[in-house]
């Protein structure tokens, strides 16, 4: 079955530093690949996908991601950290089964941003 | 365009009872699942509907269960609330539920049982 591991819940980054959010997906198929943020109270906002066109995918806000194959990997990045970051980030693998597109969500990593 | 819309934003139920969560699609989306997020956790899938047909279920008791309206609206119902099921109810939208179509979150319900 399709799923994501993303590892250390809590992750604090100073303003203007490099922000590397990590997630390793298991996958028998190729995967499609999703990064959402949730700011508190709210729901999840689509940051940027990978659906098998270009290996390095651009999203909003600043951020992007690389899928690797060999690694099974698909981490997050953002070159400088703004305090609007501060906010909670899932990675999600699509699972196709049957024909849907239920997603798989790792446990999510709560960014601070430290002034 | 308004996003997804889900009704009500927060909801207080007593064990035993049970609930009814709304959700309306973007318009032009075909494609709604719902989703529970317990406090510190990813969503985890519970139901997918497709043009009023479920598509797929996620591992949950049968107390949980969803309809799509010609509309492409959808309700949640729990019956016989647990303490167990204090969670945020996501409910997402997609264009046709397949896998290159990303989905588009709604706000939430925030489902709080005592």
């Known amino acids: 079955a399709q799923s994501v591991t993303q590892l250390g819940s809590h992750v604090s980054v100073s303003e203007g530093a490099l922000v590397l959010l990590r997630c390793n997906y298991s996958s028998s198929v190729p995967p499609y690949l999703f990064w959402y943020v949730q700011y508190p109270n709210q729901g999840l906002q689509l940051l940027l996908k990978y659906t098998s066109a270009a290996t390095l995918v651009k999203g909003i806000n600043g951020f992007e991601a690389e899928f690797k194959k060999s690694e099974t990997s698909f981490h997050l990045t953002k070159p400088s950290a703004h305090m609007s970051d501060a906010a909670e980030y899932f990675c999600a693998v699509s699972v196709a089964i049957y024909g849907n597109n239920r997603l798989a969500f790792g446990k999510g990593n709560q960014v601070v941003v430290i002034p | 365009d308004a996003g997804v819309t889900q009704s009500p934003t927060h909801l207080i139920k007593t064990r035993g009872q049970h609930v009814t969560l709304r959700c309306s699609p973007i318009s032009g989306h075909k494609s709604v699942s719902w989703y529970q997020q317990v406090l510190g956790q990813g969503p985890q899938f519970i139901f997918q509907y497709y043009e009023k047909e479920e598509r797929g279920r996620g591992n949950f008791p049968d107390r949980f269960s969803a309809r799509q309206f010609p509309n492409y609206s959808s309700e949640l119902n729990v019956n016989a609330l647990l303490l167990g099921d204090s969670a945020l109810y996501l409910c997402?939208?997609?264009?046709?539920?397949?896998?290159?179509?990303?989905?588009?979150f709604g706000p939430g319900t925030r489902l709080t049982v005592t």
């Open positions: 997402a939208s997609s264009f046709d539920g397949q896998g290159t179509y990303e989905q588009y």
